[in-house]
């Protein structure tokens, strides 16, 4: 059974950090990104990493301050949160699928529970 599970959200102020971690079991992935729905809005592509080459996207509001990574023997990918801003608030989700990356929801096919970032001004 495929299962994709985060942890590291919270409450921060601005300028703080924060890391996000999610755990696959099940199968390992060709691509594995993080993806937000900040309140009202809709769910938008923040990172991804393609396993294999390493290779990684992010979004323009993001590059410069978040990092996508992995750990091959884990299979666990992270989220570095730097300078965090009131506008980064959302719940994070993890993504994984196979292929390229995608920046649109409907490029994966599992998802992981979601959790919550909050960043205080």
């Known amino acids: 059974q495929v299962q994709l599970v985060e942890s590291g959200g919270g409450l921060v102020q601005a300028g703080g950090s924060l890391r996000l971690s999610c755990a696959a079991s099940g199968h390992t992935f060709m691509v594995m990104g993080w993806f937000r729905q900040p309140p009202g809005k809709e769910r938008e592509f923040v990172a991804a990493?393609?396993?294999?080459?390493?290779?990684?996207s992010y979004t323009d509001s993001v590059k410069g301050r978040f990092t996508i990574s992995r750990d091959n023997a884990k299979n666990t990918v992270y989220l570095q949160m730097n300078s965090l801003k009131p506008e980064d608030t959302a719940v994070y989700y993890c993504?994984?699928?196979?292929?390229?990356?995608?920046?649109?929801?409907?490029?994966?096919?599992?998802w992981g529970q979601g959790t919550q970032v909050t960043v205080s001004s």
């Open positions: 990493i393609r396993w294999s080459a390493g290779s990684t």
């Open positions: 993504a994984a699928d196979w292929g390229v990356i995608g920046t649109t929801p409907a490029r994966y096919n599992y």
